[in-house]
């Protein structure tokens, strides 16, 4: 069973930047569109930013729009969330999520049927 591992979560100061890093645990995986979605306390979850296939196509929720960044590398089989002038509101539970039958980039996360565990991001004040 493949799985997608997150890496890179922790605690940034306000106004800093974090990387998130999503790896699929299988070589012989090949993830089509994905993307990541985080979850507050208390709030349901939300999407971030997502990626088509080839990378040429993004979509980012307006909350996270000019500062954050979504890549991959089909390659190496993993996506990178470059987070910058981290605020309050961005502290959640990330997690990755991974297409296997559509290429083009999704805020649904029905699209989804890979996810990663979750990482902890928490924005200190």
């Known amino acids: 069973q493949v799985q997608l591992l997150e890496s890179g979560g922790g605690v940034v100061q306000a106004g800093d930047s974090l990387r998130l890093s999503c790896a699929a645990s299988?070589?012989?995986?090949?993830?089509?569109?994905m993307a990541w979605f985080r979850q507050a306390p208390g709030k349901d979850i939300e999407s971030v930013a997502a990626?088509?296939?080839?990378?040429?196509?993004?979509y980012f929720a307006d909350s996270v729009k000019g500062r954050f960044t979504i890549s991959r590398d089909n390659d190496k089989k993993t996506m990178v969330l470059q987070m910058n002038s981290a605020k309050p509101k961005d502290a959640a539970i990330y997690y990755c999520?991974?297409?296997?039958?559509?290429?083009?980039?999704?805020?649904?996360?029905?699209?989804?049927?890979?996810w990663g565990e979750g990482i902890q991001v928490t924005v200190a004040s």
């Open positions: 990626i088509s296939f080839m990378g040429a196509n993004k």
């Open positions: 299988e070589r012989s995986f090949t993830p089509l569109a």
């Open positions: 999520a991974a297409s296997q039958t559509t290429i083009n980039e999704s805020a649904s996360s029905t699209t989804y049927t890979i």
